[in-house]
């Protein structure tokens, strides 16, 4: 089993974009979530983002869009065509449409849109949701004290809502979760699935990959989901977990073949 299989273009690529998204990320530091948390009681059963809302600047969201659409033009010139069709589609109309769509993770919205306008599949949904990303860090930056104090009653990230599929095992063997979203990470026990709660250690069980003893995926057999389990402690550099859910792309793919990911119902 070779270790990656995540393309070293595509992680290059990735890696352009997240330094593209770090000064985004000074220019939302400000990012307003109207209620603030402050003035609501927070809740642990629903995602932060289900429970404020993000005042989101039309025109910094399209030129967020605009500088990723300038990127990969840089790295790809044949989506040139693509990228300007994008381009003279947008305006603040409907980058308004596109950020509550892509906060929905609406698939199907952006599937539709890349027909209606004749694009590439990925392209409006990678658009909308990398432009989006520096608004959902800071919003999982500014609350984290909120949900790593308590427990998250509820079976997805506890900032922005995206499935949980990543964590680390860290000190004396705790495990964390983390989103490759929005960057939060919170703590869970060992023995318990991420997706259905279940901690029946009679159908929780783990997958070893061959070669490879530093990862893991955890899965569960009351609901068929999984999640990778990595051990980086001893590693040199400790991936971002964007970088983190990349490089373990062929874990994904270990588990999916295994039957995992899909829901029983
Ligand atoms: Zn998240
Ligand atoms: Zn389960």
Redesign the pocket.
Known sequence: MTISVASTEYLDLQKKINSLQASWMEKTSSVIFEPAIQEISYRNDI?L?AQTNLKIDENQYLSFIKELAELLNEQHSKLNNQMNSVLNLLNTELATVWINQALSLNHLYFNQFAKDFDLEEWIPFFLAEQALRPY?KNL?IQYKENYSNQSVEFF???????PVRLGRIKDEGQKILH??????DWHEKRLKCSHCGNEDHETLSYLTVEEDSTNQIHVCKECNGYVKLIDDREALEKLDPTMLDLTTIHLDYIAQQKGYGVSKE
């Open positions: 995602p983002i959902l999982s997805g990230c506890p900032s922005c809502g995206e989103c490759p979203r929005c960057h939060a």
